[in-house]
C-alpha cells in the first residue's frame, strides 16, 4: 500500500533544531547520509543514477510486458494505465498538486527534457495572430538559451519580441498591455537561474497575471525542480502560469531522455496550432487533395476559468492536450521508469519527497557560502565573490507597486575568485548590475584581479572535482554579472570567439571575464563534498604569502635580464617529432639529423586518427590510451611503423603508389611551399577539442590500401574546424580500432602477415565501447596541402606569406628548455613537501612522491639545455626573453639554420597525461596552474612557438637538425 502523502514545507521553511530521527537528511545524520549515498551511488556522475530504482526498473522490465500504449493490446493497456498512474504522480509528488486540484493540469512527456517541452510550445503556439500593438513574447534576458530560443518563432513570422533587463521591467511592460489583447502576450521566466541559484518561483507568476490578467505565462522549472517543490498547491488557480517544464534527469539521473510540460486546461487551446499531426492524434484523415484530418481530441475554444475552478471536473475530452503534443509512441519505458524513481524518492523521504532535499541541499548550500566568505588572501583581501540575478527593485508602473522579492536562492552556486590585492567595493557588489560601464567598477584589467573560470575547472577536474564554467547556456547571466553589453559580445564574434572554447577572457580592455563557475548540490551531495571543495580552493587559489620566495635559479634570471645582452650557447638534447597526432613522440636518435620543412618537422603531425561514425580527429585529451601508440618514421625504409603493446607491428609506406604529388625527402624534403597561399585556418588559440558532432564529415568511409590510389578528400573536424583529409589503409584502420576499442575487440579479428608486413581483418566489425572510439580511421592531409599557423603577422619573425602547418595544433615548432623542466620540477617537490609539513606526523620523508616530468609531457620537436660551463649558467624560462636562435654543426659551414620565436604555449589538459601509462595525472598542470599562470591572460603557458627561416638561395643539401647540435641565442 503506497505510503500516505505528506505536503511538501514551502522552500523558505528553516530547518529546525529538533529534526526527527528518522529523518535521514537531519544534520545529526551527515555520516549516515554519506554512507548512503556511497552505497546507492556506486559511480557516482553527473548527473548521478541512483541503484535502487534501476535495479526495480529493470526488474520490471524482466517480470512483465510492456508494449506501445496505443495498442490495444493487454501489454499496451497496462502500460497505459502505469502511465497515467505517472501522470498524476507527478503532478501530486513533484508539484504538490492537491487531489482536488489535478483536473486543473494536463502532464505532457517530452522526449527532450525541459528544452524540447519549450520547443513544443513554440511549434503549438499561434505566432501569425496579427496585433501590431503587443509583443508575442516577452521575456528575461537572465534565461537559459533553450528559453530565449523561443523567441525565433515570433521573429520569423515578423512579430515583436521583448528582452527584458530585470523583472521589474517585464511587470511594467505587462501592466501597459491591454487587459482585453487577443491573442494574448506568452511572458516566459526561469523559476530559478541555472547559473547562480536566484530565484523568482512562483510569486513572480502572480504579479505579473496581477498586472495583465490576460497574460500567459511559461516557467521554466529545469533548475527549481530538480532539489525543490514548485509548489503549484499553494497557489490560487487564477495567479498560477499556465505552462509549466521540468527535466527528469535533473532530479533523478535517469531517465535522462524524458521531460515533463505542465499546461493549464483552461490555457490548452492555445497550443493547438500546430499543422503536424502523427500518430494516436487524429480519428480520421483523407488520402488525396483535398487533404483533410479530424483531430482525435479537440479542446474547447476558450475554456473558461469557472470550469476550471470549480469542483466538478471539466469535460476531459476537450482538454486532454497530452493526446495532442505527443504525436508518436510516447517515450513509455522512460515513463515506466520515472515510476519507479518517484516510489524510491517517496521511499527514501518518508513521504516528503523534494521538500526533504531542499532542505538538506539548503543547509549544504548555507555551509558552502559560509566558509567560501571566511577566506582570505594574504593581505586579507577576499578570495570569493558570489553571484546574483533578477535583480530586484520597485515596478514603478502605476498597475504594480510590489517590489520583486527573490525567494532564498537555490542549491546552485555562481562564483567567481579573486586573485590576491583589494578590489573596490563596487566588484563586491556586482551581483546582475550590467548597466555600470567598466570605469566604476574601478578595474583596468579584469585579468589580473580574477582567476580564470578555465584555469579553475581544469585544476578541479584534475583533482577529482567536476565543475560547470563558462556562460553555462546563460548568456545574460554572465554578460549582466560583469558588465558587457551587446556592442562587446558583436566583438568577441568578430574576434573569433565562441561557446564552448577555451578563452577566458575578452580580447580588449578592461578584459571582462567571459564567464563564471558553477557548483551544483543536489540528493546525492555530502558534508564531505562541500569540505573538499573548500580545501581545494584554500589550497591553490588562497595567497598565503604576500610575494612567493624566489627559487635560486629565479634570482639568477632576474639578475641576468637586468645586465648587458649576452650572447649565449646551449645544446640540443632532444629532437622529437609526432607521426600520428595526439599518439606518442619519436625521438631522433643522438648522430641521426631530421630533415626540417617550413610547416615542421618533416612527416610531424603528418597523420591523424579520426573517428568513421563522427568524422572528428580524436585527441589523447579524450582518449589517453593513445599516449600508448607509439609509432615512428623509418627513412630508410620510407615506411611509417607503428607499436603499440600487445598488437603486432603495422608497418605502412610512407608513399603510396600514384602518389607522384606527395611531398616526400626525395622530392621536397622543404615540405609544403612557404608561399603557398589560401590555407584553410586552424581552429583560435583557447580551441582544444570542439563539442559538435564532427558534422562536417561527409563522403564516403571507403579506405586507401596500399596498391590503390588515394581517395578523394572528405572533411573532418579538426578542433572545431573542418578540414579535408584523405584515407590511408584499412588495415591501419582496423589496428587502431582493435588497440583503442580494447574491451570490445576479438584478438582473432587480427593476424599478421609477415610477407606483406600490414594487418588485415576479418570482416568483424568490433562494438563501440564505453571507454573507445569506436571504428577508427587513419587519415593524412592531402598531397602538398597546408594549415596556416596562428602568429601571422604577429611582429617582424612572422611577416611574410603564412606560415605553413600540417596538423599541429598552433605552430610548426615547439621548444621546451631542460632549465624550465629543472625549475617545474623542484616546484612541485616543494608542493609534495609542504603537503607532508601540514600532515598531521609532520614527518617530511612520508612526503608523496610524483614521477619526474619529462620533456614528452609537453610534446616539444626541441628540448635545449645544458649550457657551456665557461659562463653564468641558463636561468629558467631564458627561452621567454629570446629573440631569435640558431641551430648548427660546430665548426660546419653552411649547417646553421635561424628560428624565431612566436609566443609563450598555452597548455590544455593533454599535459595532464601520463605518457608512458596513458593515465589521467594531477601533475604537471596542478603545478604550473599555480606558478606559470600569465598576469595579463590568466593562461598558463609553459614553452615556446617557433618558426624556422627557410633559406632564401635553393641548396642542394637537404636543411636538417640533429641531437647535441649547438644552439646559440641572445639574452
Known amino acids: 500500500m503506497p505510503r500516505p502523502r505528506t505536503r511538501s514545507p514551502p522552500p523558505t521553511r528553516s ?141 520569423a513570422r515578423g512579430r515583436r519580441v521583448k528582452a527584458h533587463q530585470t523583472p521589474s521591467a517585464l511587470l511594467q511592460s505587462a501592466a501597459a498591455q491591454s487587459r482585453s489583447a487577443s491573442p494574448p502576450t506568452l511572458y516566459a521566466y526561469p523559476a530559478q537561474c541555472n547559473a547562480t541559484g536566484a530565484r523568482l518561483g512562483l510569486r513572480y507568476a502572480a504579479q505579473i497575471k496581477h498586472a495583465n490578467s490576460n497574460a500567459k505565462i511559461l516557467v521554466d522549472a529545469a533548475a527549481y ?71 482525435r481530441v479537440r479542446p474547447s475554444s476558450s475554456p473558461s476559468e469557472a470550469s476550471i475552478s470549480t469542483s466538478s471536473a471539466p469535460d476531459a475530452s476537450k482538454t486532454d492536450i497530452h493526446t495532442i503534443l505527443e504525436a508518436g509512441t510516447p517515450p513509455f519505458l522512460e515513463i515506466v521508469a520515472l515510476s519507479h524513481a518517484l516510489d524510491w524518492l517517496d521511499e527514501i523521504t518518508e513521504g516528503e519527497a523534494l521538500g526533504a532535499v531542499s532542505r538538506r541541499t539548503k543547509r549544504l548550500r548555507d555551509a558552502l557560502v559560509s566558509q567560501l566568505q571566511a577566506l582570505r588572501h594574504a593581505d586579507g583581501s577576499e578570495v570569493f565573490v558570489e553571484h546574483s540575478a533578477f535583480r530586484a527593485g520597485l515596478a514603478e508602473g502605476p498597475e504594480t507597486t510590489d517590489a520583486v522579492v527573490l525567494e532564498e536562492p537555490g542549491p546552485i552556486l555562481g562564483f567567481s575568485l579573486r586573485l590576491s590585492g583589494q578590489l573596490p567595493p563596487k566588484v563586491t557588489a556586482c551581483h546582475g548590475d550590467g548597466n555600470e560601464p567598466s570605469a566604476r567598477h574601478g578595474i583596468a584589467d579584469y585579468r589580473t584581479a580574477f582567476v580564470g573560470h578555465v584555469a579553475l575547472s581544469r585544476l578541479a577536474l584534475v583533482n577529482g572535482i567536476a565543475l560547470r564554467s563558462g556562460g553555462l547556456c546563460n548568456t545574460g ?42 557548483v551544483s548540490l543536489g540528493l546525492a551531495s555530502t558534508m564531505a563534498d562541500v569540505s573538499a571543495f573548500v580545501s581545494f580552493v584554500k589550497k591553490f587559489f588562497v595567497q598565503t604569502s604576500v610575494h612567493r620566495p624566489l627559487l635560486p635559479s629565479e634570482s639568477t634570471s632576474s639578475q641576468e635580464h637586468t645586465s648587458a645582452t649576452h650572447v649565449r650557447k646551449a645544446q640540443l638534447t632532444e629532437v622529437m617529432l609526432y607521426p600520428i597526432k595526439s599518439c606518442a613522440a619519436q625521438s631522433v636518435p643522438e648522430g641521426s639529423s631530421w630533415p626540417l620543412t617550413s610547416a615542421g618537422l618533416l612527416y610531424d603531425r603528418e597523420y591523424m586518427l579520426v573517428s568513421a561514425s563522427t568524422g572528428r580527429a580524436l585527441s589523447q585529451k579524450r582518449y589517453p590510451r593513445m599516449a600508448l601508440i607509439r609509432p615512428r618514421i623509418d627513412l630508410d625504409r620510407g615506411e611509417l611503423v607503428v607499436e603499440a603493446k600487445g598488437m603486432p607491428a603495422l608497418r605502412l609506406p610512407l608513399v603510396l603508389e600514384s602518389d607522384d604529388n606527395f611531398c616526400h625527402v626525395a622530392s621536397t624534403a622543404a615540405g609544403a611551399d612557404s608561399t603557398e597561399s589560401g590555407f584553410p585556418p586552424t581552429p583560435p588559440l583557447s580551441e582544444e577539442e ?31 574546424s573542418s578540414v579535408a583529409s584523405i584515407g590511408v589503409s584499412a588495415a591501419a584502420d582496423a589496428w587502431f580500432t582493435a588497440f583503442l576499442n580494447p574491451a570490445s575487440s576479438s584478438s582473432s579479428a587480427l593476424t599478421s602477415d609477415s610477407s606483406t608486413k600490414s594487418t588485415t581483418t576479418h570482416g568483424s566489425i568490433p562494438r563501440r565501447d564505453a571507454a573507445g572510439p569506436g571504428p577508427v580511421e587513419l587519415h593524412r592531409l592531402p598531397n602538398g596541402s597546408a594549415r596556416h599557423a596562428h602568429f601571422d603577422g604577429l ?68 628540448v635545449v639545455g645544458n ?69 595579463d591572460t590568466g593562461r598558463v603557458e609553459f614553452g615556446m612557438h617557433c618558426m624556422w627561416h627557410e633559406p632564401a638561395a635553393a641548396t642542394e643539401s637537404v636543411a636538417s637538425i640533429s641531437v647535441g647540435d649547438l644552439v646559440t641565442f641572445t639574452l
Not at 503536424?276 to 492524434?281: S, V
Request: proline share 8%; net charge negative.
Open 690 to 720: 570542439s563539442s559538435d558532432s564532427g558534422s562536417g564529415a561527409g563522403g564516403p568511409n571507403t579506405r586507401t590500401t596500399r596498391s590503390s590510389p588515394p581517395q578523394q578528400p572528405q572533411m573532418t573536424n579538426l578542433c572545431g
Open 867 to 935: 649550457g657551456d660551463s665557461t659562463s653564468i649558467p641558463l636561468a629558467p624560462f631564458w627561452e621567454e626573453h629570446i629573440d631569435q636562435f640558431s641551430i648548427s654543426r660546430d665548426g660546419l659551414d653552411g649547417s646553421s639554420q635561424s628560428f624565431s620565436p612566436l609566443g609563450k604555449c598555452r597548455r590544455c589538459l593533454m599535459v595532464a597525461i601520463d605518457q608512458n601509462t596513458g593515465e589521467r595525472t594531477a601533475e604537471p598542470l596542478q603545478t604550473l596552474t599555480q606558478h606559470k599562470k600569465a598576469a
Open 15 to 155: 530547518l529546525s533544531a529538533d529534526s526527527p530521527d528518522n529523518d535521514l537528511y537531519a544534520p545529526d545524520r551527515d555520516a549516515e547520509h554519506a554512507a548512503w549515498v556511497a552505497r546507492e551511488y556506486t559511480a557516482l556522475k553527473a548527473p548521478p543514477a541512483p541503484a535502487a530504482p534501476l535495479a526495480a526498473f529493470a526488474s520490471s522490465l524482466q517480470s512483465q510486458l510492456l508494449s506501445n500504449p496505443h495498442s490495444s493490446t493487454t501489454a499496451g493497456v497496462q502500460t497505459a494505465l502505469v502511465i497515467d498512474r505517472t501522470r498524476t504522480r507527478v503532478l501530486q509528488d513533484l508539484f504538490n498538486v492537491p487531489d482536488d486540484r489535478l483536473a486543473e493540469w494536463d502532464v505532457v512527456f517530452t522526449h527532450g527534457g525541459a528544452t524540447q517541452g519549450i520547443k513544443m510550445i513554440g511549434d503549438s503556439w499561434d505566432w501569425d495572430a496579427e496585433n501590431e500593438e503587443t509583443a508575442a513574447l516577452e521575456y528575461l534576458v537572465e534565461s537559459h538559451t533553450s528559453l530565449v530560443g523561443l523567441r525565433g518563432y515570433p521573429l
Open 477 to 518: 547571466a554572465w554578460t549582466r554579472i560583469w558588465g558587457m553589453g551587446d556592442a562587446e559580445l558583436c566583438e568577441l564574434e568578430k574576434s573569433g570567439r565562441k561557446c564552448w572554447d577555451e578563452e577566458e577572457f575578452a580580447p580588449f580592455a578592461p578584459y571582462r571575464p567571459l564567464g563564471i563557475t558553477r
Open 795 to 862: 611582429g617582424a619573425a612572422a611577416a611574410g606569406p603564412p606560415l605553413p602547418l600540417r596538423l599541429s595544433n598552433e605552430s610548426p615548432f615547439l621548444l621546451v628548455s631542460e632549465e624550465s623542466l629543472g625549475a617545474l620540477n623542484e616546484w612541485i617537490s616543494e608542493g609534495n613537501d609542504t603537503v607532508a609539513r601540514s600532515s598531521s606526523t609532520g614527518d617530511v620523508s612520508r612526503a608523496p612522491t610524483s614521477p619526474r616530468v619529462r620533456a614528452h609531457s609537453f610534446r616539444p620537436n626541441l
Open 225 to 295: 525542480s530538480s532539489t525543490s517543490v514548485l509548489d503549484l498547491g499553494a497557489i490560487p488557480a487564477e495567479e498560477a502560469p499556465d505552462f509549466v517544464v521540468a527535466s527528469i534527469y535533473k532530479i533523478f539521473g535517469f531517465p535522462t531522455s524524458l521531460g515533463v510540460l505542465l499546461v493549464r486546461r483552461a490555457s490548452a487551446h492555445l497550443l493547438t496550432h500546430s499543422p503536424y499531426f502523427g500518430g494516436g492524434t487524429i480519428s480520421s484523415l483523407s488520402l488525396s487533395t483535398p487533404f483533410s484530418h479530424v483531430p
